[in-house]
């Protein structure tokens, strides 16, 4: 329930100014302005009671809902391109953004901002009042520029629905990057035209045996186009991983010229980590990662592709950046950026290529490698497991989740600084926050999201607003505050004792 005075925003924005004027009824708006597809504002919307018109539609008592791109729109001095301004009140409601992303933000920020009686007393029941707005002004832009989500669709097969699904919540708190972990041991889960027999071996197995009855297991080229599409339309863009040169059982299992003696593995139905390797000097190695790649490259919309490199203890130090170099060498032939796990530090690293820093557990000589890395032009991309890894249990004894990282409350996923979260690494290589979530444990979408929320969005706020804004107390009441909208949207999640629901 929003406590009185609260403005439920997260993340929080960069400034907040009320105006003095009585909340804007908002029972229909009639978009103006090209910028934002009408369905798009409508989608958004109507969950929260907000009939929403197109620009010459019917519906003489609507407001105005104007959407317009303009580059001053935004707090002061901002150069993000997504920075924008929502203004509500006396009248009407404009949007101002420089991109249209930032215009689809400043939707995202007046959903929030809806207050609707039935809503908040948490009943479905319709009580007839109106949905209303309060008069306030938002100028806005993010700290950082990479704001993720990385998803495990292996452990567990979580189809295309559930895909959707998360780039609707990720939307929602304004996150950007959907980094989708597609193989690993358990399977594979994306169509490779030139190597069928990854998906055709290894697309139907996961965690505990075969994908449910009736559900593939892996998305088709068609699928993953559509996917992209949908995502890009919500200005969120797919980050595809192949997991080299561990976690490549359904490779090795699909594949058998991947081994030394030619042999394929077993398939893999548990949950160890570290047994599954490629081979350096294989000859069949070099080939299938050109192959791999080269079409996963010619798929994917987006400018990254993730060569993974984590957790890869059977191969030998010179080995393993034998493989990760030429993984990224082959990224970088096909015009996309390398994006690895942080041991990818320790081979040779181009200006530019991402590294996502996951293991807290790091000594000092780890501490040194990152450093090199940053010299040498990598950027870092912040999830610590004890804060970003949202497949921990929240607590001891918690149904779900794994522990090796700790147990991650809300508090824990809210109150760090990205900034100083990577050994070794200064902030001003530091390019974003994401989350990530395992599904070693998961297998439903209510299970999924019940990991999710609330602890994403803390992490969305880690990655938007200002250090100084930063407020465990306040953003405590203000996620309690989107709880109405979680229920309205059929979003499952973890009542946590830390916050004030
Ligand atoms: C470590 S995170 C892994 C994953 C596991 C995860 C479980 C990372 C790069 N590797 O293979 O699923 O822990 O939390």
């Known amino acids: 329930m929003t406590a009185p005075g609260v403005l439920p925003l997260v993340p929080w924005p960069t400034a907040v100014e009320r105006r003095d004027a009585p909340p804007l009824a908002v029972a229909a708006v009639r978009v103006t302005g090209d910028d934002v597809p009408a369905a798009l504002v409508a989608e958004l919307l109507e969950p929260v009671g ?3 018109l197109a620009a010459t539609g019917a519906g003489a008592d609507a407001v105005t809902l104007d959407l317009r791109l303009d580059p001053a729109a935004g707090p002061a001095g901002a150069d993000s391109p997504e920075r924008y301004t929502l203004a509500v009140g006396p009248e009407r409601v404009e949007a101002r953004a420089a991109e249209p992303v930032g215009l689809l933000h400043a939707v995202r920020t007046l959903r929030q901002l809806v207050t609707r009686p039935a809503l908040d007393a948490g009943t479905a029941a319709v009580t ?11 100028h806005d832009a993010p700290r950082y520029a990479w704001r993720g989500l990385s998803f495990d669709v292996v452990r567990h097969w979580f189809g295309p629905a559930d895909v959707r699904a998360v780039v609707d919540l990720a939307g929602a708190y304004k996150l950007r990057v959907l980094h989708l ?4 041991d358990q399977g594979w889960r994306i169509e490779i035209p030139s190597r069928p027999a990854l998906t055709e071996r290894s697309g139907g197995t996961q965690v505990g045996g075969a994908v449910p009855a009736g559900q593939r297991g892996y998305l088709t080229v068609e699928e993953y186009r559509d996917l992209q599409a949908y995502a890009a339309a919500r200005h969120v863009t797919i980050v595809p991983e192949v997991d080299l040169p561990g976690h490549t059982n359904a490779a090795t299992h699909a594949y058998g010229e991947l081994t030394p003696d030619g042999a394929p593995t077993d398939a893999y139905g548990g949950t160890e980590v570290g047994f599954s390797r490629l081979w350096a000097d294989v000859p069949a190695t070099e080939p299938f990662l050109r192959d791999v790649l080269g079409d996963l490259a010619r798929m994917t919309d987006g400018p990254w592709l993730h060569v993974g490199g984590d957790e890869a203890p059977k191969v030998e130090p010179a080995e393993y950046a034998a493989i ?3 993984a990224q060498r082959i990224v970088r032939e096909h015009g996309k950026t390398p994006v690895a796990w942080q041991e990818a530090a320790r081979a040779a690293v181009e200006p530019g290529t991402v590294l996502q820093f996951w293991d807290p557990h790091v000594d000092d000589a780890a501490a040194a490698v990152f450093a090199r890395a940053a010299e040498a032009g990598a950027r870092f991309v912040a999830s610590p497991g004890s804060r970003a890894y949202l497949d921990m249990k929240y607590a001891p004894g918690h149904p779900l989740g794994l522990e090796w990282a700790g147990h991650v409350e809300v508090r824990d996923a809210y109150d760090w600084d990205p900034a100083t979260a990577v050994p070794g690494v200064p902030a001003d290589a530091v390019v974003g926050v994401a989350g990530a979530v395992w599904t070693e444990t998961l297998t439903t979408r209510d299970e999924l999201f019940s990991m999710l929320l609330p602890r994403l969005p803390a992490l969305a706020e880690a990655g938007w607003s200002a250090a100084e804004a930063r407020d465990w ?5 203000r996620l309690a505050g989107q709880a109405p909208v979680w229920r309205a949207l059929g979003w499952a999640f973890h009542p946590s004792p830390q916050v004030p629901w």
């Open 181 to 184: 972990h597609l193989t690993d």
């Open 473 to 477: 107390e306040a953003f405590a009441a």
């Open 324 to 326: 990760m170099e030429l």
């Open 50 to 52: 907000v009939t929403v």
């Open 128 to 138: 007839g009042a109106a949905p209303t707005v309060p008069a306030v002004v938002v």
